[in-house]
């Protein structure tokens, strides 16, 4: 493990490991718990790779009964459990604990409800997003949050880091499209939240849960809102002379009031990384690419598009090319979407970050940013959700070369450091996870972090559902609120504090 230290393993936990395995066996027959060392390995990281840990049993569930006798058993025994969708996580959030139970959600693979009349699907969480739309598709709906991850990632996982993606500028995140869930406490309570009305009763525990990183509850199963498909769609590409221009593009468009579908930003080594992958017929003398979407009626997107035209000129955009056919739309978008592979395949390694800024922000943000590169001796490609502000810099190294990714975590973490100052924030999409763990002092401060725990305490009190994740610093949940330092010496001395 490189610089992120995580909780010391209970050796007590791992000595019981035979019988922990029995009691799992005894609730998941058949295939379901996976003990064996190799069979195990394909979970030991989720999508941060540089971070690797064998967890203590790998167990997935079919039914909700099942989840719930698991987590009593593990409540009962003090055993930790991480709850895992498909992986793909970048923060960290799904790594397993040597001392815990990874608890793959999989084979919740179920869409149990399409209701068109109330534009809802009632889905179980394993099922990838992507699978949400085409469940739909054939009546016309689609599912709007579209992470690039899509393919591969679950609706748990979305609902755990409320993921965003292209088009959450004009339709939200997955925090704007959850209606409804059914979670399963630490203690095995079940418990029912929202439906497919539009509004929630007593406090909104919805929008507690969305983006709670598995640290509160394990997800069982899914209400969304679906939409109907805009009558059109049309995006158009626009080349800067330099990022500065691009950045003050984006912010003139939100400013005259323009809302567009998605409105997404690539940097110079992006925009090559991306058609040397794709030939997306990106312009590779530009600076900075802007790819914007706008969807709508038709006469609405060709009144919108002349618009931005006019405001891209305005900023001294020297490309724009508007996509005529539905083909030369999805080209476009191939190369954004490729941009991370593609930036795979310059790089040995890269990091990608997460943070967020307030949109006027970007030109400054983008200018220090190349200075912070030159300063940690390391190239950054930029790909963003420009619109939104969420930035995703990409760090490329070399994991061979010692010192490297300490050099690009600290890159990164300069980065994160960057975005709080100018007002934004540590994460856009990503969680915290324990790639930005450390960093959330910050932000926070101490009261506020213990304010958050305090609310982790009230759903997990003994703390086991995925520790040493979010969270700087684990308070005892009977310790918090009495934390009194004195004479230098701090109470619970045997409290990990890492
Ligand atoms: C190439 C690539 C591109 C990506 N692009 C985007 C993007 O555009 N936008 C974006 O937002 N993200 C993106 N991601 C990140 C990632 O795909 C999302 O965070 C996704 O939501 C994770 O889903 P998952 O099923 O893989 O969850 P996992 O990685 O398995 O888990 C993520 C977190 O969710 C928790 N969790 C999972 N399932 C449950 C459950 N049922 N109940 C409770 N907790 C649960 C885990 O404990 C963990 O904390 C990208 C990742 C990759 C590798």
Known sequence: MAGIAMPVPDATVIARRDEIVTALKAIVPGEGVIADEIEMRPYETDGLTA???????????????????????????AIKVVPRGAGTSLSGGALPLADGVLMSMMKFNRVLDIDFANRAAVVQPGVTNLGITRAVEHEGFYYAPDPSSQIACSIGGNIAENSGGVHCLKYGLTTNNVLGLEMVLMTGEVIRLGGKHLDSEGYDLLALMTGSEG?????????????????????VLIGFPSSEDGGRCV??????????????????????????????GYPRDAEALLIVELDGPEAEVDYLLARVEEIARANNAGYLRTSTTEDERLAFWAGRKAAFPAVGRISPDYLCMDGTIPRRELPRVLARMRDLSERHGLRVANVFHAGDGNLHPLILYDANRP???????????????????????LTGEHGVGIEKRDLMTEMFSDEDLRQQQRVKCAFDEKQLLN?????PVLH???????????????????IPRF
Not at 58 to 63: A, Q, S, Y
Not at 215 to 235: F, H, N, S
Not at 253 to 275: Q, V
Not at 403 to 425: K, N, Q, Y
């Open 51 to 77: 971070y690797r840990q064998m967890p203590l049993i790998v167990v997935l569930p079919e039914t909700v009964d099942q989840v719930a006798r698991i987590l009593r058993y593990c409540y009962d025994n």
């Open 215 to 235: 640290l509160l509850g394990v997800v069982t199963e899914v209400t969304v809102r679906i939409l109907q498909k805009p009558e059109t769609a049309r995006a």
């Open 403 to 425: 010192g490297e990714l300490e050099a690009a975590e600290a890159f990164g973490a300069d980065i994160l450091r960057l975005c709080v100052e100018v007002g934004g924030v």
């Open 251 to 280: 912010a003139d468009i939100i400013g005259a009031g323009i809302i567009p579908g998605g409105m997404e930003m690539m940097d110079k080594p992006a925009i090559h990384a991306a058609e040397d992958f794709v030939n997306a």
């Open 467 to 471: 520790p040493g994740k979010v969270f």
């Open 476 to 494: 005892r949940c009977a310790e918090l609120g009495r934390m009194h330092v004195h004479k230098g010496q701090l109470p619970f001395p045997d």
